[in-house]
């Protein structure tokens, strides 16, 4: 395969709706748009011009079939597929290639990002990480991917695990924390947009240096009277004292090497 022109879309949620609407609008061919839903299906086929798929298990006119569906409906989508002569990617970080059927050509076509339906992505900023079976494949794969974004990478399935373990730390994990200040600050009568500076500068931060470079605060002075008053504040047997006492413990040993 020397060119991927077109791409069937299965699945319609966040990943589906805007990878099918920026290829698309990147020239590429949306073959067809299948999801349990046909409503869904109808919606997201109009917007990139493209027939609905009524059924898995005929074959596909595409050159590729991407499985944009949530992770534990990866390995039974990809049977329903039968036999197809397109190449058949998904879309997740932490499913491995293998958990495609062996009879398929088999690949992964993973963006590093966080979707919401209704946030614009700058895709050129997007990492895509690529995994196919030989390399002519992965040519294929790399050469779609550079259509939407200058970041193209060809990870293993076990890099590409440790990689989505990672964002989890980074996104999911760090989106809980703001969760957890915007309670607080709720409770305090404070508005949460007062942290929005502060928010942005620490993500600034750690675009130019590493992580444990920038910590402050009083775990990384060694301000035990500080952490005091802030457990007190906390009280006791709530999660946010749970997870403060963690945090700081793991933040001061790092940077005192012992235990608080």
Not at 76 to 93: C, F, I, P, R
């Amino acid at each position: 395969m020397e060119e991927i022109k077109s791409v069937a879309i299965i699945g319609v949620g966040r990943v589906a709706q805007h990878i099918a609407t920026e290829l698309y609008a990147n020239g590429v061919i949306i073959a067809g748009i299948f999801a349990r839903d046909k409503e869904e299906a109808k919606r997201l086929a109009a917007k990139v011009k493209s027939p609905v798929i009524d059924k898995l298990g005929k074959r596909i006119a595409a050159d590729m079939i991407l499985l944009a569906v949530s992770d534990d409906a990866i390995q039974e989508v990809a049977e329903e597929l039968g036999n197809q002569k397109a190449l058949v990617a998904h879309t997740s970080g932490a499913v491995p290639m293998s958990e495609l059927p062996d009879t398929l050509r088999r690949a992964v076509f993973y963006p590093l990002q966080s979707f919401s339906i209704d946030k614009q992505i700058v895709w050129e900023n997007v990492p895509f990480c690529i995994e196919a079976e030989n390399d002519c494949d992965v040519n294929a794969l790399g050469g779609l991917a550079e259509r939407l974004s200058n970041r193209v990478f060809v990870l293993s399935s076990q890099q590409r695990k440790t990689l989505h373990l990672a964002a989890v730390f980074a996104n999911n994990f760090g989106n809980l924390m703001f969760e957890f200040s915007e309670e607080l600050l709720s409770k305090g009568q404070i508005s949460h947009e007062i942290l929005h500076p502060l928010i942005l500068e620490t993500a600034n931060k750690v675009l130019m240096q590493k992580a444990s470079e920038s910590q402050t605060g009083p775990a990384s002075r060694g301000d035990i009277e500080t952490i005091k008053a802030h457990q007190e504040l906390l009280g006791t047997d709530n999660i946010y004292r749970q997870v403060y006492d963690l945090l700081t413990g793991e933040i001061y040993k790092r940077n005192h090497g012992k235990e608080l």
